[in-house]
């Protein structure tokens, strides 16, 4: 079959073929997508309130730069840069969503068919959570761009071998890990098998991984002292604090059964939410076998974690939702996908835009408010932050959800 008369949208399975013949890649979209994004951003995001978003900026205002651990101090101290440290943030969680999106679609291009590589970044573009985390005070739109542009680089060292790549992955890495140090660990498998995978010689996996080393050691030790101090000032937790308390909520170690079903909700449904219309999609067998292991390699070790161990907030999902729209995307196109597609964008930007809490008459409806209708633009405008058991007691709820 030639490239000529392949169907992007037959319902059949095709060849895998390059479908540039019948959609065109249009050398504007990316920009056009990155701006829509940053305009989008800018008109809805409110003041400090979310989390440790006024914990950043008084750890500005003090000049310390370094909040509970793991310290955050890469991210605090560039926010410090700016006059208005408020602002700061802002101004970088408006860039990281822009550039996430930006970077998005040339890992789609690389992964997905034309068509399919546009409509997966208007999908990234406009998810609830993504959006959530671009308009509010902590750290979370920093993982909307450096997990995927850590995935860029690899997929351009597959293709050329080329020595700036590979500076390129370790510098998206130890990026990544200075801005949330969970996701030095999150994409340690994916690294790992990038250098085994990929880095043909033992002589440039261990100039990457000194690279990496010594990228990580300019933000390590800077946060190290700034936890020592904040500590010393006790205006931050000691980490063995910290442990203790993960320990007593984790559901694999707290033994308790409530909390582990809190937890899954928290991780489950916000996104069920999010990707409702692409679950057929998300675990179908092909042929794009190394696709889906690169796209599994970078979700798993996050989403394991938050199944098991503890997730606090939807806004930790950001480290994978790229991941997620891959993989629903990778494969045939048809246009029962394209509309599946079509179906998302417009329920994730309805969702964020005019979904409201509902009054709290059940166990459904306390889940619904907390772990879905909090994360959208009412909730930034008007600073709503409660938790469950702010509003429904944690025993009611795990009897009503038996029930």
């Known amino acids: 079959m030639s490239t000529a008369s392949v169907d992007c949208f037959a319902p059949e399975k095709v060849a895998e073929v390059s479908c540039a013949t019948s959609s065109p890649s249009r050398s504007w979209f ?12 800018i008109s809805t995001s409110g003041q400090p309130y979310f989390a440790d978003g006024p914990s950043h900026i008084d750890a500005i205002k003090e000049h310390i730069y370094a909040i509970q651990p793991p310290g955050y101090w890469l991210f605090t101290r560039l926010a410090s840069l700016f006059a208005d440290p408020a602002m700061g943030i802002h101004y970088i969680n408006w860039t990281a969503s822009a550039l996430g999106v930006f970077v998005f679609y040339f890992v789609a291009k690389r ?41 860029f680089f690899i997929l351009r060292n597959r293709e050329n071998q080329n020595a700036g790549d590979l500076v390129g992955v370790s510098l998206a890495f130890a990026l990544a890990a200075g801005f949330r140090p969970s996701d030095g660990f999150f994409l340690s498998p994916l690294f790992l098998f990038f250098l085994v995978k990929y880095v ?17 050691l300019a933000w390590f030790v800077p946060n190290q002292m700034a936890m020592r101090e904040a500590a010393a000032r006790n205006s931050a937790p000691h980490s063995d604090t910290n442990l203790t308390q993960l320990r007593s909520v984790a559901p694999i170690t707290s033994g308790s059964v409530r909390l582990f079903i809190a937890n899954e909700i928290r991780v489950v449904l916000p996104l069920a939410l ?18 889906r292991i690169l796209v599994w390699l970078w979700m798993l070790p996050g989403l394991s974690f938050f199944l ?16 997620v729209v891959l993989s629903a995307c990778i494969g045939t196109v048809t246009r029962k996908k394209v509309c599946a597609v079509l179906l998302c964008v417009a329920f994730n930007i309805g969702f964020y835009m005019w979904v409201k809490p509902v009054p709290i008459t059940s166990a459904v ?39």
């Open 30 to 41: 990316p920009y056009v997508a990155a701006l829509v994004v940053l305009v989008s951003r």
């Open 111 to 151: 992964m997905l068919r034309p068509v399919m590589a546009e409509l997966a970044t208007v999908v990234y573009g406009s998810l609830y959570i993504a959006w959530f985390a671009g308009n509010i005070h902590s750290t979370y739109a920093t993982e909307l761009f450096f997990p995927v542009l850590m995935v």
């Open 200 to 216: 043909p010689s033992w002589k440039r996996r261990a100039l990457t991984v000194a690279l990496v080393f010594g990228m990580c």
């Open 274 to 291: 999010s990707f409702w219309p692409l679950i057929p999609w998300l675990f179908r067998r092909d042929e794009f076998r190394e696709s």
């Open 308 to 323: 098991l161990v503890y997730m606090s907030d939807a806004s930790y999902l950001c480290y994978l939702l790229g991941g």
């Open 365 to 403: 409806t306390a889940v619904f408010d907390i772990y879905g209708a909090k994360y959208t633009r009412w909730g930034v405008k008007n600073q709503y932050f409660k938790t469950l058991r702010d509003v429904y007691p944690i025993g009611r709820l795990t009897q009503g959800i038996a029930n």
